[in-house]
C-alpha cells in the first residue's frame, strides 16, 4: 500500500548528515561526533551489587507492573537531591520518572502545545528536542546564542512578535552544542520575560554536574514563583544513559495531566531501572561519584583545548566549556563548513557533527561543528586533534 | 500561572473510576481490577542468571546509549520468534524495540494520523491504547464485539460512513476486556475491508502466547500482503512488564517515521532490558516456560470460571476465555453496574474495573465489568466469587 503519514512526522526531515554519523560507527574513525558520556565512568561494580541486592530484597516488586509516577522512594530522593544540590524546593508529588529527559521534554511540549503553537529555543540546540518539538507540529523558533547564552533583545522582539509562543526550551548549564552556559544576570532577565510573556520554560540540566571550571550558577527554577519553569534532569551523564532515567520537576498543576501523557507513552519507566538509580544516589558515595566524574572530563576537555590550540588553525574560533561534554568550533567563512566535515570523515576518518543538525531552521547553513571528548580515548583525541588540525591549516593558513 | 493546556491532552478525561481502582492497591482488597501477569509466573532465577552473564560479558554495552531501532541480536531473534511462533515472514530490519506495546502503538498513531483523522477500534477495548489515540486528538469510533470477534458489517457501514478513518485497532486473541478471540474467518473480512477502505490495521498481541483452550487462530498479519497490518507484542505477559519492553513489527515504509518517532519519545529502550529479553528467549528454553505459564493461567481462569458460576446469580452472563487474562461478566438491565462496582469495593472489598473505563465513547453507559484471575490467589479467586456472587443474588434473585 502507499502509506499516507502525519503531517507532524513529515516535519521532522530525515537529517542530511546522516553519511557522516554512519561513519562514526566504523571502529576505524576517531568519533569526536558522538554524544556519550565516558564509558570509564559508569560505576559497573556498584551497579552490579545493587541488582544483586534488589533481587535478594524485591524481585517480583522489580519486575511487576508499577505506577506511571515513577518508584516512591526515587521520587523522594530526586525531590531531596534538587532541594540539597540546586536549591530547589519541590515536594516528592511534582517529581515524574522518565525515560531520559527526552521523554520529558517530548511529553511536556504534548501537554502544552497545540499544532502551530510556538515553541522558542536558543539557536542552535540540542536536536532531539528540537524534533520532538517539530514532532508536535509546532513552529519552532531559534533565538541567537551569546557566549554568555541567550540574546535577551532578540528573545523579547520574538515573544513580543509571536503571541502564539506557549514553551520556551533551554540548556542552561554548558549547553549542547555550543558548550555555553547562561550567567546569573540572564537567567534572571529570561524568567522576567517569560513571567511577562506569560509562557512555560523547560530548564533542561543533563550536564549540570558535569562543571569542570568556574562556579555554579543557580538554576532558573529557584527563582520561580509562578510554577512556570520545569526542570528536568537525567540519570544518563551521572550514572549510566542505557538505563534510561530522567525526571521532570513541574508544578502540582501540571502533574495530572503529564502522567496522562506518559501512561499513553509507556506506562511508567522500567522498574528495576528505577530501583537501580534509587539505590546508587541513596546508599551509595554520590558525591564521590560526582567528584570522580568531574575529574574524568576535566582532564579530557583539558586535553582536547590543549590539542585543539596547538593544531589547529588561527583563524577556527571555539568555545572554552565550563563543563559538559562538547567543543563548539566555528570556520571562518571561507570555507565551507558541511564539506569540511565530510572530507575529514572520509579522507581521514574522523567525524564530528556538523552545524546544522542544531538549528531550528531546517534550511539554515552554518560555519560550526561540534566536538565531544568524553566518549573517545586520550590517545583518539590527540591524533583526532591533529588531523583535523592539519586540515583546517591546509584550507586556511 | 494558569496553565492553558492542549486541547489534545484535555481530550483525555479523568476517569470517574478513580476512587474504586484506588482501592485495588489496599492489601486488605480482593484485587480482580489488575491487569498484571501472575508474580508467581516471573523466572526470577533465570533472568538474575541472566543478568550476571551481561555483567561479565559485556557491561559497558548494557550501560551505554544504543540504537533507536533496538539491539539487533533481539530484532533478530524477535524476527525468528514471528517467522516460526506466528508464521509472520518479516525480515529483522522491520522489527522496532519499543517501550511495551503500549509505545508501539501511541508511535504508530502519531505516524500515521493527523488531528481529525479517525480510528475505529473493538468496543469495549484496551483503555491503553484509547487513550493514546485520544491524546493525538483522533476521533475515536468503537464497533461492538459480537462472540466471536468484531461485528463485520457494523465496521463495514462505519468504514463507509467515514473516509477519515486511517487506523484500525484489533486485539484479535483473548481481547481485553472482553476475553474474547476473533474467528479465522472474521480475521479475513477485516483484512479484507481494511484494503478496500484502505486502512491501516494494529493488531495487537499482547495475551497470544496465554491460550488455556481451543486451537490458535492465525494472525491477520499472516495474510497481510499488501503491508498494511502492523503487528505488536510484548514482553509484559511473558517474561516481566516492569521491564517495558515491546516489539512492532511493520512494512520497512514505516520503520524510518516510526523510528523518528521514537528517538523523539525516548531516544531508545533501555539496553540492559534488552538484552534481557534477548538472552531468555534465545538461550533459555522458551517453549517450557510458555508451557508452565499456560499451566499457571489455566488453573486460575478455570478456578475463577468454576467459582462464577457455583455462585453468581443466573442472571450474570460471562465470557468463557480461551486465554489471557481476564473475565468479563455483564449484569442484566435491572442493576445499576456502576453501584454494584462502587458497593463491591466499598462495602465488600472486591474491585472490579467498571466497563465504561473501556468504552471508545466518554459517556458510554455499561452494564459490564471485568475481572481478572492472573494477580490474585487461588485463595482470593474462590473468596472473591463468595462475596460477589452473594452480592449479585442479593440484587437479583
Request: negative net charge; aromatic residues 8%; proline residues 5%.
Amino acid at each position: 500500500m502507499q502509506f499516507k503519514m502525519s503531517d507532524k512526522i513529515m516535519r521532522v526531515k530525515p537529517s542530511a548528515i546522516g553519511e557522516i554519523l554512519k561513519h562514526s560507527s566504523d571502529p576505524s574513525v576517531i568519533a569526536f561526533s558522538a554524544g556519550n558520556p565516558a564509558p570509564e565512568s559508569f560505576p559497573v561494580k556498584a551497579i552490579k551489587q545493587i541488582i544483586d541486592e534488589i533481587f535478594v530484597e524485591n524481585p517480583i516488586g522489580a519486575l511487576q507492573y508499577s505506577v506511571t509516577e515513577g518508584y516512591a522512594p526515587l521520587r523522594q530522593a530526586l525531590a531531596q537531591m534538587c532541594a540539597e544540590r540546586y536549591g530547589i524546593d519541590m515536594s516528592e508529588n511534582e517529581v515524574i520518572l522518565t525515560a531520559g529527559a527526552q521523554q520529558a521534554i517530548d511529553l511536556l511540549c504534548k501537554v502544552i502545545c497545540n499544532e502551530g503553537d510556538a515553541v522558542i529555543s536558543e539557536n542552535p540546540s540540542f536536536v532531539g528536542a528540537l524534533n520532538s518539538f517539530r514532532a508536535y507540529n509546532t513552529e519552532l523558533l531559534g533565538v541567537e546564542m551569546e557566549e554568555d547564552g541567550i540574546n535577551i533583545q532578540e528573545l523579547e522582539n520574538l515573544l513580543k512578535a509571536k503571541p502564539n509562543a506557549k514553551l520556551m526550551y533551554l540548556i542552561p548549564n554548558f549547553q549542547n552544542p555550543s558548550g555555553k552556559t547562561m550567567s546569573w544576570e540572564k537567567r534572571k532577565a529570561v524568567y522576567e520575560l517569560a513571567c511577562k510573556y506569560d509562557i512555560v520554560v523547560i530548564e533542561d540540566n543533563p550536564y549540570g554536574e558535569l562543571r569542570v571550571a568556574g562556579e555554579a550558577v543557580p538554576a532558573i527554577k529557584t527563582i520561580d514563583t509562578e510554577g512556570r519553569v520545569v526542570f528536568t534532569g537525567s540519570f544518563s551523564k551521572i550514572l549510566s544513559p542505557g538505563l534510561r532515567v530522567g525526571f521532570i520537576v513541574m508544578n502540582k498543576a501540571l502533574v495530572d495531566k503529564f502522567t496522562v501523557a506518559k501512561q499513553c507513552g509507556d506506562v511508567h519507566t522500567p522498574i528495576l531501572n528505577q530501583m537501580i538509580c534509587h539505590k546508587f544516589i541513596t546508599e551509595h558515595d554520590f558525591d564521590a561519584h560526582i567528584k570522580n566524574l568531574q575529574e574524568v572530563y576535566r582532564r579530557k576537555c583539558t586535553l582536547m583545548l590543549e590539542h585543539i590550540k596547538k593544531n589547529f588553525s588561527e583563524k577556527v574560533k571555539y568555545t572554552v566549556p565550563e563543563g559538559g561534554l562538547f567543543i563548539w568550533c566555528t570556520l571562518p567563512k571561507e570555507v565551507d563548513m558541511m564539506s569540511f566535515c565530510s572530507r575529514a570523515v572520509a579522507e581521514y576518518k574522523v567525524a564530528v557533527v556538523p552545524g546544522t543538525v542544531f538549528d531550528c531552521d531546517d534550511n539554515a547553513v552554518s560555519q560550526s561543528f561540534r566536538m565531544n571528548f568524553s566518549a573517545v580515548s586520550d590517545e583518539a583525541i590527540i591524533k583526532g586533534c591533529e588531523i583535523l588540525g592539519k586540515l583546517t591549516k591546509e584550507l586556511l593558513d
